[in-house]
């Protein structure tokens, strides 16, 4: 969908902000543009909808050079999202959704709407409609700005750090919002952060950028943590990486054992004595807790269990934070619908960890 060709940005200063970048932006898929201030992640963003002007090279889009079309109508086939959702304040929200098809000559009845529409799709409640902005929490706001991008149905989404001014627990839930839209929808999105937990998380593909706006690495993001290009690619994924490398390791084959879970109202005669401490369970077969086998029967308080991983669902990232949160050293697994499917310990979790990193090697070895 977009191919960016030996671009340069410079400016009357002599200041480059972008140096020689090349890019192949894959069709319907989220590609990251990532690294630290002044690397020119923004200002490459910015050239694709022609808001800054690229000083050399040519950036085609669906193979048509974007110089070669009218300023408004290249903007107009592109949805555009910023930090603090740049929404008008003097509109309704569903007025703001409705802003570019009413641009396009839509009527305002099928603006709306369209909009309308769009408020269910990124998770807005219908009644905001008639709201404005500022009675928004800045969650929703942003996913007002997502709408309005979507609004007439762009082929192409261009995302500049839309979500680093809300707290991480609504950051995370925007960004799980974005892939569930992109799931359905298939844009081709260009995404722009600081933020490499952000860019591996929701990224297809992640373009490492230095600062001068020189390209250090593009690939998937799995490719990026267990290969990285050099020293500075390094640095700046940060000495977790390994870590957050377990995220693309499926905890579908882990060994789960039911031997120390017990229900509720499970005397100690029907324990499993050789465990040191028993997940009880309600009568349903939902997590309540840890106990010894002693405290079976109501004698004994119950230990927080941390939280539970979706087993085939979670990644052997979630698995492994789920033992190591775990009072008991053992990661509590729940199928789709909550109830316990098993229980790991953090042994069993650290061999199928090195079972799969063995098997990353001997792809990497095939594929080389």
């Known amino acids: 969908m977009i191919r960016i060709d030996s671009v340069t940005k410079r400016y009357p200063d002599g200041t480059v902000a972008v140096d020689r970048l090349s890019l192949e932006i894959p069709d319907r898929s989220i590609t990251v543009l990532v690294g630290p201030s002044g690397c020119g992640k923004t200002t490459t963003l910015r050239m694709i909808n022609r808001m800054v002007e690229p000083t050399e090279g040519t950036i085609l889009l669906d193979g048509k050079d974007i110089l070669r079309q009218p300023v408004n109508t290249l903007r107009r086939s592109m949805g555009y999202v910023i930090q603090n959702a740049g929404l008008f304040q003097h509109r309704t929200i569903i007025d703001n959704i409705a802003t570019v098809p009413r641009l396009l000559g839509w009527s305002k009845d099928k603006a709306r709407e369209r909009a309308r529409e769009l408020m269910e799709r990124v998770g807005l409640d219908a009644a905001l409609a008639k709201r404005y902005p500022y009675q928004l929490s800045g969650g929703q706001q942003q996913r007002v700005g997502v709408a309005r991008a979507l609004a007439a149905d762009p082929p192409v989404l261009l995302m500049d750090e839309p979500f680093s001014a809300v707290d991480p627990i609504v950051r995370k839930g925007l960004q799980d919002e974005l892939l569930r839209i992109q799931e359905e929808l298939g844009k081709t999105i260009v995404f722009v952060t600081h933020d490499i937990d952000e860019a591996v998380k929701i990224g297809t593909m992640v373009a490492v950028m230095r600062t001068g706006g020189r390209l250090a690495q593009y690939a998937p993001p799995a490719e990026l943590l267990s290969d990285p290009a050099d020293a500075f690619v390094e640095d700046f994924l940060g000495a977790d990486r390994g870590v957050r490398r377990l995220s693309f ?64 669902t979670d990644s052997l990232r979630a698995a492994l934070d789920c033992a190591v949160l775990s009072p008991t050293g053992w990661a509590v697994a729940v199928d789709t619908d909550g109830k316990v499917a098993g229980v790991v310990s953090q042994q069993t979790i650290a061999e199928a960890i090195r079972g799969a990193h063995a098997r990353g090697l001997t792809d990497a070895k095939v594929a080389g």
């Open 249 to 312: 390791f499926p905890s579908t084959g882990l060994e789960l054992t039911m031997a120390p879970v017990v229900t509720a109202d499970a005397g100690t005669e029907r324990a499993d004595t050789d465990a040191e401490f028993l997940l009880v369970t309600d009568a349903d077969g939902r997590p309540l807790g840890w106990t010894e086998p002693e405290g079976l029967g109501g004698n004994g308080r119950l230990l927080s269990y941390g939280r539970p991983f979706v087993v085939g």
